[in-house]
């Protein structure tokens, strides 16, 4: 565009777009040619410039609707701003305009609603009624922008523009799930159920329908209250619930973290170690491995008994499951952040510091029986120890079941008679409930 009408257009020089077009006639016309035109119309509903946009819309209607960079046109940026004189001469064009939407999927309503532009809230739907069914790229009506920005007279002019045919607006769901009244009591924005209550258009059993909740999602009772507000019990998880969960399941594995790099940091210690200076079952002093030991093990090596030059089988066992617990361990301090590493290499660290153990245990044995009998006595003790919690734990539990019993019993007769009557008071509480819910 040509700096000079972009200038005019700031400052709503009409005298200088007239003597611009004497010069030459067709400087608006070259500006329509840009892929992504920021046309003088975008600039001057930017600036306010009534007299200037008038010009423009008489000269060149076209530019109404260009959409410049962002996706914006116009009269997305003069409603966005508030400019209700250009909103009126843009609407004179036609009422299809309101539906022109930007890259994020926002009409010029939207944009009205979100900065709270009440003026032309009102003027964009007695003009394009149907703006008010638009959603956004992300499934938002008007009321959802609402309710996320605060925009509470906003809302109550979008609420009195409903009516029985565009009444499942309110019970609309955004791509994330929520509706305007799970949003508003995530927010504590009370006042919007008692706006809905008090001041729409809708049907009496609509709108007891969408405040109690009876759709099968974000399901909540609605108790009558003060002037205040409303009272709201027995809500299913909200946006806040679904993210304190999502907090606490955060705080547990950055706890479970902190354990699972002490112990890859306690694993790699201890197999160093063994690696560096095995136990002398295993590896005796001045021991040479040679070519013979591992091309010819049948005659040169055994289980357990090693010779001067040949060390046993439990050396390649205890060797090779070290060396597999120290590399799974340095792989798992690099990676305790995530949670598949985690899985797969703690378990086989662990494993290999057990067939260590085991392996060491072997050559420590002075024969095969002493080493069963280890591990039978081993497995006895395990045993013992699971059966024993167990048996305390069932123990326990009779007992509690015993006393809870007993005061059942006692209190049983006492509150046989109040239970009748606090039944019939509820009851006629209910009732009493739902006819209010109606008569409002």
């Known amino acids: 565009m040509d700096p000079r009408l972009s200038e005019a257009a700031t400052k709503g020089d009409v005298e200088a777009l007239d003597g611009l077009l004497k010069e030459d006639p067709l400087i608006l016309e070259r500006v329509a040619l840009a892929p992504y035109a920021e046309t003088p119309l975008h600039i001057v509903a930017l600036a306010g410039k009534t007299d200037f946009a008038k010009l423009l819309i008489n000269r060149m209607p076209a530019f109404a609707r260009e959409l410049n960079h962002d996706g914006f046109s116009p009269l997305h940026i003069a409603s966005a701003i508030g400019h209700i004189e250009i909103v009126t001469e843009l609407l004179a064009l036609g009422p299809n305009l309101c539906l022109l939407k930007d890259k994020g999927g926002r009409t010029p309503l939207h944009w009205a609603v979100i900065k709270g532009r009440i003026d032309v809230v009102e003027k964009l739907l007695s003009k394009c ?31 009195k523009n409903l009516d029985d045919n565009n009444g499942e607006i309110i019970n609309a769901k955004d791509n994330e799930g929520n509706s305007i009244l799970q949003l508003a009591m995530a927010t504590k924005q009370l006042q919007v159920l008692d706006l809905i ?68 940091s306690l694993i790699a210690t201890v197999t160093y170690q063994a ?34 030059t040949c060390p046993a089988v439990t050396y390649y066992l205890f060797m090779s499951f070290n060396t597999a617990g120290f590399f799974s361990s340095l792989f798992l301090i690099f990676s305790f952040r995530n949670p598949a590493f985690v899985q797969v290499l703690l378990p086989i660290s662990l494993i290999s510091m057990m067939v260590t153990y085991i392996t060491l245990s072997i050559t420590m044995s002075p024969n095969g029986l002493a080493f069963l009998i280890i591990y039978l006595i081993t497995l006895v003790v395990f045993l013992y120890c699971v059966m024993a919690i167990e048996v305390t734990k069932r123990l326990f539990h009779s007992i509690i079941d015993k006393v809870s019993g007993g005061l059942v019993n006692m209190v049983r007769p006492l509150a046989s008679g109040k239970g009748i009557l606090r039944s019939v008071a509820r009851k006629k509480k209910s009732s009493a409930a739902d006819v209010s819910i109606l008569d409002a």
């Open 129 to 159: 009624p149907q703006a008010i069914k638009e959603v956004t790229a992300m499934g938002e009506t008007p009321l959802h922008l609402a309710v996320k920005n605060s925009q509470f007279e906003a809302l109550r002019v979008l609420v």
């Open 197 to 264: 209550r008090n001041e729409s258009n809708l049907d009496k059993e609509d709108i007891v329908e969408v405040l109690s909740g009876d759709n099968t999602e974000g399901r909540a009772e609605i108790m009558p209250q003060t002037n205040l507000g409303t009272r709201i019990t027995n809500q299913k998880p909200s946006l806040q619930q679904s993210q304190s969960t999502q907090d606490k399941s955060e705080t547990i594995w950055s706890e479970v973290e902190d354990m699972v790099l002490v112990v890859a």
């Open 275 to 308: 690696g560096l200076a095995p136990p002398q079952t295993i590896w005796k002093e001045n021991m040479k491995l040679e070519s013979k030991c591992i091309f010819h093990g049948s005659n040169s090596t055994s289980l357990t008994n090693s010779t001067n």
